[in-house]
């Protein structure tokens, strides 16, 4: 990419003041209700600066961050106790509040329902996507996880449920420039995700 992709420079935002990939991931979740608890490891003391005194959001650091994404959801999950929530890469930043919101809606409805938590992938077309939406339940086990093991396919392997959204965005991560560049396309198109 050439350049770091959490700080890339992406669309600005409602108020027209530049921000970057990671802030707009951020700002979706937010705007959905969310507290943001914020996993940083390589660089990390760079989001950490950029999020200093940011209501809503707190920036652990993951110092074995070279081991995997899983010991960031772990870091993250001991800093944010034993509370379902949602995960999603720092570089989803066309996900918008809407697919929060649709997530917490199948999560309250099962709950109505009275069906046992399980764990709602965003979908788009039956392909899973993020964010992930993960009951507490699940906490225990995902923290035993040990190093190396890979989070997608446990959680596959529990109960879940495809949450179908009527936008590929939950499938766009930003993987390389080309990746970066449709993406800035179709959130200028879109009017500033």
Same mark, same amino acid.
């Given at each position: ?6 700080? +890339? ?40 600066? /950029? ?7 707190? &920036? ?19 800093? /944010? ?17 809407? @697919? ?54 446990? +959680?596959?392997?529990?109960?879940? /449920?495809? @949450? ?5 965005? &939950? ?12 993406? /800035? ?9």
């Amino acid at each position: 990419m050439g350049s770091w992709k959490p700080l +890339l420079p992406w669309l600005p935002g409602g108020d027209g003041s530049p921000r970057s990939v990671v802030e707009a991931t951020v700002d979706a979740a937010l705007a959905s209700g969310c507290r943001v608890v914020l996993v940083g490891g390589y660089r990390g003391e760079e989001l950490a600066a /950029l999020f200093a005194g940011r209501s809503g959001v707190e &920036v652990v650091q993951n110092p074995g961050w070279e081991r995997g994404m899983l010991g960031s959801i772990q870091r993250g999950m001991e800093a /944010l106790g034993p509370f379902p929530f949602f995960t999603i890469p720092a570089d989803m930043p066309l996900v918008g509040p809407a @697919v929060y919101a649709r997530l917490f809606e199948a999560f309250v409805s099962g709950k109505a329902q009275g069906l046992p938590p399980r764990t709602l992938f965003a979908s788009y077309r039956g392909e899973a996507g993020h964010p992930v939406f993960i009951p507490a339940s699940l906490a225990p086990r995902i923290l035993a996880l040990p190093p190396g093991e890979r989070l997608r396919p446990f +959680l596959l392997g529990e109960e879940h /449920l495809f @949450v179908e959204c009527p936008d590929e965005a &939950v499938l766009v991560d930003l993987d390389d420039g080309a990746a970066y560049e449709a993406a /800035l396309a179709k959130g200028s198109l879109r009017g500033r995700p």
